[in-house]
């Protein structure tokens, strides 16, 4: 069954385009990369494929729903980690995964055991401000993982996360359906079959690793 | 989804943030002073005009101070990037704007904590409850609407400066209202019940329209 049909996704900033009639079909535990430099398009077509961003032109089912008429209810299915990890600097790293288990209407005990899971356990109760770039990332990695979503849609994931890396991230991705961008050829061909290249908002088509490279 | 238990959720996570960083209350605690200051030096207030100066040193602070409390309110979330994370989840866009507008409310009901204590102690005002339930009236409605304003000026760049101009146009009915019923509180001529009246008809118009705008405002 595909999990995300996109058709002709389109998006403009004012007189830019950002992204052009991208399409991308992901079958249910397909793991995606998304490639490209720099203003490329990947944050846009991510936070579309999120349901952040309403696309200028194009259409988006997950999971058979249209997105943007049914986002409220695909919110718990699907996980996003953002560019910026968006925490509370004044909370602790448990504090603020308690509280987004209230918004996820989840149990405030799926905190402590996300915080295991992106190895931050002994800086539960240390606040956000005072953890560094990369445990901030693994916070906001947690954050996404709270609800168990289905999909998990992830920007840069591997920013600032140091050399296990690949190891937290396969241990999040298995039994989901993922797309995630990156800068770090090897670590999509490391964990996502599939690989999906942008240049300049447009998509030069989806291939396996071995193709990109070609 | 409970929405009462997310409101609840992120009115107390803005009142943890704001105990612990304490980037508001100094501001606002500054206003508090300075309309003291104004109200002690500025005007010659004594036994026989406190009722009649006072409630305009009142509101003139309750404005200034309201503004800044929730001109924040949104500010930090954006600045932070964390209101898309808040709006990523499925609570309801109405619940997390009256979490927000509760926190900025309690905020602003600690100022009137001090200031009415603080009127009736160094100028001798009377500081009756109908005083006090005519400012906490207002404070829903000017709290409402502050909110509603701040979440639309915190995606621009010129915030500072577009919320009062879109605030307090809308807050006059609030500050009419509001100024009548202490006034007549107070025992200066006026309809009290009159005032309170007009305050909690424009309590329930103004959460309603703020609710149903609030949807709107942030799930774009």
């Known amino acids: 069954m595909s999990v995300i049909v996109a058709d002709g996704l389109t998006h403009r900033f004012g007189a830019e385009l950002a992204l052009e009639a991208v399409d991308l079909v992901l079958d249910t535990g397909e793991h995606i990369a998304v490639l490209g430099d720099n203003g490329a398009g990947k944050t846009t077509l991510l936070r579309i494929l999120a349901t952040a961003l309403r696309p200028t032109a194009g259409r988006l089912q997950i999971a058979g729903l249209d997105a943007f008429r049914e986002r409220r209810r695909l919110r718990h299915y699907l996980g996003y980690v953002a560019h910026s990890p968006g925490l509370y600097p004044a909370l602790s790293a448990i504090e603020n995964l308690e509280f987004f288990c209230d918004l996820q209407d989840v149990n405030r005990t799926r905190a402590g055991e996300a915080v295991e899971i992106v190895g931050l356990g002994h800086m539960a109760h240390r606040r956000a401000a005072e953890l560094s770039r990369g445990m901030q990332q693994r916070l906001a990695i947690a954050r996404a993982i709270l609800h168990e979503p289905r999909l998990l849609i992830m920007d840069e994931p591997n920013a600032s996360l140091g050399s296990d890396a690949a190891d937290l991230l396969t241990h999040v991705m298995r039994g989901r359906t993922v797309v995630l961008a990156t800068h770090d050829q090897a670590l999509a061909n490391r964990l996502c079959p599939r690989t999906l290249v942008l240049r300049h908002g447009r998509s030069l088509g989806t291939a396996t690793h071995l193709r990109v490279v070609q | ?220």
Do not use: H
Request: glycine share 6%.
């Open chain 2, 1 to 220: 989804m409970n929405p009462l238990r997310v409101a609840l959720a992120v009115a107390r996570k803005d009142l943890r943030s704001e105990w612990r960083t304490r980037e508001l209350v100094p501001a606002l605690a500054q206003f508090i002073v300075l309309a003291l200051l104004i109200g002690n030096f500025g005007f010659q207030i004594d036994a026989r005009n406190a009722n009649t100066i006072t409630p305009g040193i009142l509101w003139l602070a309750l404005v200034f101070a309201g503004l800044v409390a929730f001109g924040r309110t949104f500010a930090s979330e954006r600045e932070q990037a964390s209101l898309e994370a808040m709006l990523m989840t499925p609570a309801s866009p109405v619940a997390i704007f009256a979490g927000k507008a509760l926190a900025a409310t309690a905020l602003l009901v600690i100022c009137e904590a001090v200031l009415l204590p603080a009127l009736n102690l160094f100028f001798g005002a009377d500081i009756s409850g109908d005083v006090v339930a005519a400012v906490l009236l207002a404070t829903i409605g000017m709290a409402v609407l502050g909110c509603l304003f701040a979440a639309v000026v915190a995606r621009t760049r010129a915030r500072e400066l577009l919320l009062p101009l879109l605030t307090l146009p809308l807050w006059i009915p609030f500050i009419v209202a509001g100024g009548l019923a202490v006034q007549s509180a107070m025992g200066l001529p006026g309809n009290y019940q009159q005032a309170i009246g007009l305050l909690i008809d424009f309590d329930i118009l103004f959460v309603v329209l703020t609710s149903l705008a609030a949807r709107f405002v942030l799930d774009e």
